[in-house]
């Protein structure tokens, strides 16, 4: 499902959610992610272009950190 974003010119960015976890872990997700060039996001903030991408992890999965502090206030923000 996410090959197709692997080729595109413009950053990529995923957050892992309660379905990542109903095998109980998210990191086959990860090296995927890292094989096709998309930015995976687990309880952080990473500017890209301008914007900074807040990825909140899963709720359901207990797995979300919700105090998260942005990088830089002055930045727009997309979580």
């Known amino acids: 499902v996410l090959e197709p974003l ?3 010119d413009v950053p990529v ?3 892992p959610g309660n ?3 109903f095998s109980g872990n998210a990191e ?3 090296s995927l992610a890292e094989e096709l060039g998309i930015v ?9 272009d ?3 991408w807040v990825g909140i992890d899963s709720y359901q999965a207990q ?6 502090q942005p990088l830089e206030r002055r930045l727009p923000q997309i979580v």
Not at 40 to 48: D, K, P, T
Not at 63 to 68: F, N, Q
């Open 40 to 48: 995976l996001l687990q309880n952080e903030v990473r500017e890209i």
């Open 28 to 30: 086959p997700l990860r």
């Open 63 to 68: 797995r979300h950190d919700a105090e998260i």
């Open 6 to 8: 692997g080729g595109v």
């Open 19 to 21: 379905h990542d976890y």
């Open 50 to 52: 301008g914007l900074q």
């Open 13 to 15: 960015i995923a957050v």
